[in-house]
């Protein structure tokens, strides 16, 4: 599946591309048609699993089509960093369309406070809000929810955690009853399914188990030049006696160059890939169980399912795009409680997509030091955005 099948506006297109979005994540791909077909949506997935695009994209593409004249959606985040976040997302993706988005939390100034309340009475068409602030200005009067769509609560088990039953169920008094609910939470204990049960009007529910990384696998990564990689391959097969090896590469034309890459380094290497035959295939996996083939290169298609014991190392050449993908690889190694080591190479391009298997994985994977020799490594800075929404508040295309 890819974010074409959603049949997004074509601006909103552009926002994702621009963000370095490819391929929907699972909860995207599930989540995504119920909230474009406007039902009730109760959301369960873990940490680092793309929640927020999951809601944020059809929103998006709901509201292009609406006529911008009111409030028209409303996100509650439990703290200002995660709303701040989240405006941030928003801003991105719809960076080449005209819908309006402001962030409205506590502390700042004055003039914060005026800011805010001027771009809720103007109808901004996405209000991210954490509860208190919003009460505040709620209550202040002036600000007209009536005609809200679309209303989400992102980390609901984290706003149940800070106490803020009372709080939400005070902001939903303000909001018409016909609206579209969303929520979204990485667990789901029973008092969440007492919330919903209260706010939610027959919903969906969608919910996503994924496993970790098995204990007993030593992740290790190294940021890396695309010109770097072989040379450091070479290095980490010179200073190891690895028996069993799956190299993956992102496609199959890739895996072919790298087989005769490898081969100039002196390593004996053989590819799989959807190429093959499927007697040719059984031959390649049996050469390789039977230690007779000691490095493996492939795709993704080598990292579902293959059972070989006693892989001692899996590198990961390119870092691959969907970060389940990234746990299913090194999965090949440390099978049935025996060790493995998983080193990955994050070129800079791969450095968000890394970023993301972090959150994913809840884990921060050590970045090792090139060996003096190669020259300097590229600088682990994920976050670093390519472009800069201009405005906070955009003024709308009339
Ligand atoms: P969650 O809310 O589930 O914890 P986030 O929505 O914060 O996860 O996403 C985690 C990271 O993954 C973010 O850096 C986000 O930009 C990135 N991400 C999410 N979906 C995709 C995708 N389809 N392709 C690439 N990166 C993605
Ligand atoms: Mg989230």
Redesign the pocket.
């Known amino acids: 599946m890819t ?1 074409d099948d959603f049949q997004f506006d074509y601006d909103l297109m552009d926002g ?1 591309d621009a ?7 699972p ?2 791909e599930l989540a995504i048609p119920v909230i474009l077909a406007h039902k009730d949506l109760i959301a369960c ?10 809601y944020v994209l059809p929103i998006i593409d709901k509201i292009i089509s609406s006529n911008h004249s009111h409030l028209n959606t409303l996100i509650l985040a439990p703290t200002r960093e995660l709303a701040v ?1 989240i405006d941030q ?1 928003v801003q991105g993706f719809s960076y080449y369309v005209p819908v309006s988005s402001i962030a409205i939390y506590g502390g700042g100034d004055g003039a914060i406070w005026d800011q805010q309340k001027k771009a809720l009475k103007a109808g901004a068409d996405i209000i991210i809000a954490t509860p208190g602030r919003l009460i505040s200005q709620l209550a202040s009067g002036d600000i007209k929810l009536d005609k809200l769509e679309h209303f989400i609560l ?2 609901a088990d984290r706003m149940l955690d800070m106490g803020f039953y009372d709080d939400i169920l005070k902001i939903i008094s303000y909001l018409p009853k016909n609206r579209q609910t969303i929520l ?1 939470s ?1 667990t789901m204990p029973p008092k969440i399914r007492t919330l919903a049960s209260k706010i939610l009007d027959k919903p969906e529910e969608i919910s996503i188990a994924i496993s970790k990384p098995a204990e007993g696998i030593l992740q290790q990564a190294y940021l890396t030049y695309d010109a770097q990689k072989i040379p450091l391959l070479s290095e980490i097969f010179k200073a190891n006696s690895y028996q069993s090896v799956i190299i993956f590469a992102g496609t199959k034309e890739r895996v072919k160059s790298l087989q005769f890459e490898l081969k100039r380094i002196g390593l004996k290497a053989k590819s799989f890939h959807s190429d093959l035959e499927q007697k040719e295939r059984e031959d390649l996996m049996n050469e390789f169980r039977s230690r007779k083939l000691q490095v493996l290169i492939g795709t993704d298609i080598l990292s579902r399912g293959i059972d070989v014991d006693g892989i001692d190392l899996v590198v990961n050449f390119d870092v691959p ?3 389940e993908d990234y746990v299913h690889r090194i999965g090949r190694t440390a099978r049935a409680e025996s060790k493995g080591t998983a080193i990955t190479f994050i070129n800079e391009k791969d450095q ?2 890394f ?2 298997i972090e ?2 994985i809840e884990k921060e994977v050590p970045k090792l030091s090139l060996p003096i020799f190669l020259g300097g490594a590229p600088v682990y800075a ?2 670093t955005r390519r472009s800069e929404p201009k405005q906070r508040f955009k003024p709308r295309r009339k």
């Open positions: 974010f994702l963000m370095g979005f490819n391929k929907p994540t909860i995207q997935a873990q940490t680092g699993t793309g929640k927020t695009a999951a976040q997302q992102d980390e979204f990485a795009p969907d970060p968000r997509r970023h993301a959150a994913l994920p976050n």
